[in-house]
C-alpha cells in the first residue's frame, strides 16, 4: 500500500550537507512508491527575526534546491507553507490541545531561548505548527534528521490526545524516518554540534552549493584528533568518525570498508579524496540548481503544488472542524 509522506524544510539559506544526507536525500527516495508532499516551511523561518527581501529569495531558492537534488514536482506536490491557510488553522486547534509544560522541554526552543521574557511565542509553539503540518495530511511518513525526533514525538502525543477525545480516525499518528547514516551529520569544525545553517563559522558546514575549492578548505581544516587512525569510533574520534560518514553516504562505500583502504594512510590524503568525492557529488546538483532556479518551470510547479495542497488541506479540515464542533 502506498503511503502518504511528508516533510518541511526552513528557507533559511546555507543549506548544506546535513540537509541533504538527513532529510532531502530521503526525500527522493521515497518518491519511488510513496504518494510524497514536500513543503517549503516559510512561516517556520519567521520565529525568528528575518529580512522580507531575503527571506522570499531563500523561499525560491530552497524550492530551486529540492527539485535539482532530485524531487519531481510532477510525482510529489512541492509548496509553500504560507500558500496553504489550513497550517495555522489547524495549528490553533492543535495548540488548544497541547500542554505548555510539554513545549517547555522541547530542547530546540531551550537551545534558542536564552532570554526568556522576550521568546516569541512563535518560537514556543513552533513544534505545534509542525505538528499541524504533518497532521494536516494524513501523513503516514515523516523523514527528517535525528534532531527532529523530540518534535515527531509531540505531533504523535498530540494526535493520540485528540483521537482518544474526538474519535480514534481524527488523525492518522505518524512515524518519523531517519537514515542509519546521515541523520546527524556534524560540524567540521566541532564535531560534538550538529552541522547547522545558523553556525556563524561557513568552515562549519559544506552548502549544497558551494565551490569546490570551498569545500575543499572546510574539510582539510576540518577538526580531527592526534592518534593519526582513520577508525570509526564516534565516542572517541568523533571528528574522523564523522568524515567516514560524510564519505559512506556520498560514495556508497561502506566505513569499514573505508577503513580498510586507508589503513597507514595519514589523515591529508583521506580528507584529499573526501574532498573530491563531497565535491563531484555537488557538482550535477549545482548544474541542476541553475538551471531551475531561473526556469518559469519553478513559478509554475509551486502554483501547481499550492492547488494540491490546499485540496487536500481542506479536506483534512472540514473533517477535523465537525469532529471537534467548529463552525455550523
Ligand atoms: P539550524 O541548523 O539552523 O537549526 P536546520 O538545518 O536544523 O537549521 P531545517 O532547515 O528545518 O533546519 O532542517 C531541514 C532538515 O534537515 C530536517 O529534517 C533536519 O532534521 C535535517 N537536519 C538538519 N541538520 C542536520 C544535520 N546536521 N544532520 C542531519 N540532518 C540534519
Ligand atoms: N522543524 C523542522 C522543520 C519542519 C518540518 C515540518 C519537518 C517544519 N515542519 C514538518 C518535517 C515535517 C526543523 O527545524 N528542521
Request: charged residues 30%; proline residues 4%; contains cysteine.
Amino acid at each position: 500500500m502506498t503511503k502518504r509522506v511528508f516533510s518541511g524544510v526552513q528557507p533559511t539559506g546555507n543549506i548544506h550537507i546535513g540537509n541533504y544526507l538527513g532529510a532531502l536525500k530521503q526525500f527522493v527516495q521515497l518518491q519511488e512508491d510513496n504518494e510524497c508532499i514536500y513543503c517549503i516551511v516559510d512561516m517556520h523561518a519567521i520565529t525568528l527575526p528575518k529580512d522580507p527581501k531575503e527571506l522570499r529569495k531563500n523561499i525560491l531558492d530552497t524550492a530551486a534546491l529540492y527539485m535539482a537534488v532530485g524531487v519531481d514536482p510532477s510525482r510529489s506536490v512541492v509548496f509553500v507553507q504560507s500558500d496553504v491557510p489550513g497550517h495555522a488553522d489547524l495549528a490553533w486547534i492543535l495548540m488548544c490541545n497541547a500542554y505548555t509544560g510539554e513545549l517547555s522541554r522541547m530542547t530546540q526552543f531551550k537551545d534558542k531561548n536564552r532570554d526568556n521574557e522576550s521568546a516569541p511565542m512563535g518560537l514556543f509553539s513552533y513544534p505545534v505548527l509542525m505538528a499541524a503540518d504533518i497532521l494536516l495530511y494524513d501523513s503516514d511518513i515523516v523523514p527528517v534528521g535525528n534532531d527532529q525526533k523530540q518534535h515527531i514525538e509531540l505531533t504523535r502525543d498530540i494526535a493520540v490526545r485528540i483521537n482518544n477525545k474526538y474519535g480514534k480516525d481524527t488523525f492518522v499518528v505518524p512515524d518519523g524516518r531517519f537514515l542509519k547514516e546521515g541523520a546527524r551529520i556534524m560540524a567540521l569544525d566541532d564535531p560534538m554540534s550538529k552541522m547547522s545553517k545558523s553556525a556563524e563559522s561557513a568552515l562549519s558546514r559544506i552548502s549544497l552549493l558551494d565551490e569546490a575549492a570551498t569545500v575543499k578548505k572546510a574539510i582539510m581544516r576540518s577538526t580531527t584528533d592526534s592518534d593519526g587512525e582513520i577508525r570509526f569510533d564516534a565516542e572517541n574520534k568523533p571528528g574522523i568518525s564523522n568524515l567516514l560518514t560524510i564519505y559512506s553516504a556520498f560514495s556508497g562505500v561502506p566505513a569499514t570498508e573505508l577503513e580498510r583502504r586507508y589503513r597507514g594512510e595519514g589523515y591529508g590524503a583521506f580528507k584529499k579524496d573526501l574532498a573530491e568525492v563531497v565535491a563531484e557529488s555537488l557538482a550535477p546538483i549545482k548544474r541542476s540548481y541553475a538551471e531551475i532556479r531561473q526556469s518559469e518551470e519553478l513559478i509554475r510547479a509551486l502554483k501547481d503544488g499550492e492547488e494540491r495542497a490546499n485540496a487536500l488541506a481542506e479536506k483534512t479540515m472540514k473533517r477535523v472542524k465537525e469532529r471537534i464542533g467548529l463552525g455550523r
